[in-house]
């Protein structure tokens, strides 16, 4: 495996940094002021002119593999590009590579129809309107997705859907113009054909955002999670997408390029807060030393290090593999990489904080809310555990027949 960045993603690396630099950055305040003046759930100016510059230099849609409609780069070339983004909480979204959207975006390339293509996926990709995914419900444990239970009845050439969502990342935003809903449909069929997508407008009557919730007091403005009631809500039949009982299909492809995403923009996080943890510990001094060089914090930064370098490689690698034997081969690699990557970036933000001190935890560095970002990612990328039980019965599967690991 050769990992050496290619000519062009060198070149791409050096213009999404400069970019970030020149505008990302600089931004952040800015976003934070603006969205506190917008009353917090209005889009901001700033990230709009963000997009607005990113899209007249080149820098769009860099995230879709395998489409003409996107930059066409593997996965193992936006890996790099993805980690740059992820160094700040505006970049994927400067680049219009932010979740959910580029998850729902691959979704409607592979399995939109026109229509859909044209009313959904055409202004997802111009970044003019945003999107949901609503899978995890409040009265179910979600992370087996097979327990949902929000139902899509068919009547006639329309579904009829009702049930509640939460943790529907962005349907707060007023850009959120369409949600992809993954619910019961056909309750007497095998367990893994009795769930579909369907493609449902937000402004469909029935449909109603009940609440937004914070994660640490953090609501994530104007994007946030949201609280989802869908109470008879109908959308034409041809809004399932693949087809009546694929939804586990889909989201086999759906989650395997959008979750690795998380763990290259985690690597990004964790690369930012070893910045200032080094920053930090040259710059203060206590007892006659720089901070750097007292007890074990020249550990910690060797630590920190070494294992994002680890994480990296091993997220070069899922990507590599998915570019190269597909998701599926590569499931346990994709599943390794997403325990390890909010982990790792988990322990060096926490280090960052310490070396801060009280700063640490202020708002005045973006380390907190990293922190409470990166936590999020060990349950909404799917819960670790679920994460190790797959990578465990990949193992045990080499020693022992299928049969004998089913419904453990
Ligand atoms: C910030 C954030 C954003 C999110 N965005 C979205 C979104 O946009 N759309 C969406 O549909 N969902 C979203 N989610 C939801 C997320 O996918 C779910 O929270 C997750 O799948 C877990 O489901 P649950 O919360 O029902 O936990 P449960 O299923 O109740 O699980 C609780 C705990 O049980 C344990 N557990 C579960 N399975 C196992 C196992 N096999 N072995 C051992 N222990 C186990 C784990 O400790 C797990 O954390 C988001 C969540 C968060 C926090």
Redesign the pocket.
């Known amino acids: 495996m050769d990992f050496a960045y290619s000519p062009k993603v060198q070149e791409l690396r050096e213009r999404v940094q400069a970019f970030m630099d020149a505008h990302v950055y600089p931004a952040e305040k800015v976003f934070h002021k603006q969205v506190e003046e917008g009353g917090r759930w209005k889009p901001t100016a700033v990230v709009e002119e963000l997009k607005a510059k990113a899209k007249a230099e080149g820098l769009w849609n860099l995230f879709l593999p395998d489409s003409e409609k996107g930059f066409g780069l593997t996965n193992l070339e936006y890996a790099p590009l993805a980690e740059i983004m992820g160094t700040s909480g505006l970049g994927s979204e400067a680049f219009n590579c932010s979740?959910?959207d580029t998850g729902n975006m691959e979704v409607l390339v592979r399995y939109g129809n026109e229509e859909h293509k044209k009313q959904w996926l055409e202004p997802l990709l111009r970044g003019e309107i945003r999107s949901?995914?609503?899978?995890?419900?409040?009265g179910?444990?979600?992370?087996?997705?097979t327990?949902m239970q929000a139902r899509a009845v068919r009547e006639g050439d329309e579904w009829v859907i009702n049930g509640r969502?939460?943790?529907?990342?962005?349907a707060n935003d007023p850009r959120c113009k369409v949600m992809i809903f993954?619910g019961l449909t056909n309750p007497d069929a095998p367990r893994h054909a009795q769930h579909s997508m369907i493609v449902v407008p937000m402004d469909a009557p029935g449909v109603t955002v009940l609440r937004h919730?914070p994660?640490f007091g953090y609501d994530?403005a104007p994007h946030g999670?949201a609280e989802v009631l869908l109470e008879n809500v109908r959308v034409p039949y041809e809004n399932v997408l693949l087809g009546e009982g694929r939804g586990f299909e889909i989201a086999q492809g759906r989650l395997g390029p959008g979750r690795i995403h998380h763990c290259m923009r985690s690597i990004g996080a964790a690369e930012r807060a070893l910045r200032l943890m080094c920053e930090r510990a040259m710059s203060r001094t206590a007892f006659g030393k720089p901070l750097g060089r007292l007890g074990a914090n020249l550990d910690h930064i060797a630590e920190s290090r070494i294992e994002i370098n680890m994480a990296r490689l091993l997220t070069l690698n899922a990507a590599h593999m998915m570019d190269t034997v597909g998701n599926k081969i590569a499931s346990s690699e994709i599943a390794q990489i997403k325990v390890v990557a909010p982990n790792m970036a988990l322990r060096v933000i926490d280090r960052a904080i310490q070396i801060h001190g009280g700063a640490g935890v202020s708002d005045d560095f973006p380390l907190a809310h990293m922190y409470a970002m990166q936590r999020?990612l060990?349950?909404?990328?799917?819960?670790?555990?679920?994460h190790?039980?797959a990578i465990g019965k990949h193992e045990l599967g080499k020693y022992v027949p299928k049969e004998a690991l089913r419904g453990h």
């Open positions: 979740a959910p949901c995914f609503g899978m995890t419900e409040p179910v444990a979600s992370s087996d997705a327990n969502k939460w943790w529907t990342s962005g993954m919730l994660v994530d999670h999020t060990r349950l909404a990328d799917g819960p670790d555990e679920v190790r039980a």
